[in-house]
């Protein structure tokens, strides 16, 4: 009897996990969407591939995709003194400014308050929208790539990045925070995570 009873709880664990499961993919498939939709409409640039730009004779704006699922973006990426400035490669040592927003289908604008950032000239605006900014960073994040704990997609973005460049990275919930709720941060929120590197050492 208590093995029959035991069966059951079991059946009835896996079955919770398999709707679980069910529902996060549902989440990533629905996000995944939202981004495409997003990118390919009114979105500049618009979303097209590095392979549509590599054959363009046009220097096309483009997209790169990261892992799964995250959207990286480089702007002046066509800088003709780009190619002087270092290239991040996994183990460099980074400095970097950062902007981390909760993504909702709409352009981030200037006006857009981030989730959290280290961009000291934002502090102010920060704190008059009720905001306790007192344990926040406004120095430089420094980050060794590959090694220091950031988040996944923004991780996956680095690499192939230069010294200087202003990067665009939007990324589904499971390269961001994951399924569950992170301080205010609720759950399976889809991420923009907009960064400037601002120093290489190799």
Not at 153 to 164: F, I, S, V
Not at 188 to 196: D, G, H, I, R, S
Request: aromatic share 12%.
């Amino acid at each position: 009897m208590l093995r029959h009873g035991l069966i059951h709880i079991f059946v009835f664990v896996g079955l919770l996990a398999l709707a679980g499961c069910a529902e996060e993919e549902t989440s990533y498939a629905n996000q995944t969407q939202q981004f495409e939709t997003f990118l390919s409409g009114s979105h500049v640039p618009s979303l097209v591939s590095e392979e549509v730009a590599a054959a363009s004779t046009e220097e096309l704006e483009f997209y790169e995709k990261m892992g799964q699922t995250a959207y990286r973006y480089i702007r002046h990426y066509y800088d003709p003194e780009r190619e002087s400035r270092p290239e991040v490669e996994w183990g460099d040592r980074i400095s970097m400014t950062f902007w981390i927003y909760s993504f909702e289908n709409r352009a981030i604008t200037i006006n857009t308050m981030p989730l959290y950032t280290n961009d000291g000239a934002l502090r102010a605006a920060l704190i008059e929208t009720g905001l306790n900014v007192g344990y926040w960073s406004f120095e430089p994040l420094e980050v060794t790539v590959g090694e220091t704990p950031i988040l996944k997609g923004a991780e996956l973005a680095l690499p192939g990045c230069r010294e200087k460049d202003t990067v665009e990275v939007y990324m589904t919930y499971n390269l961001a925070y994951g399924s569950g709720l992170v301080g205010i941060i609720p759950e399976e929120t889809p991420v923009a995570f907009f960064y400037t590197i601002d120093s290489v050492e190799k």
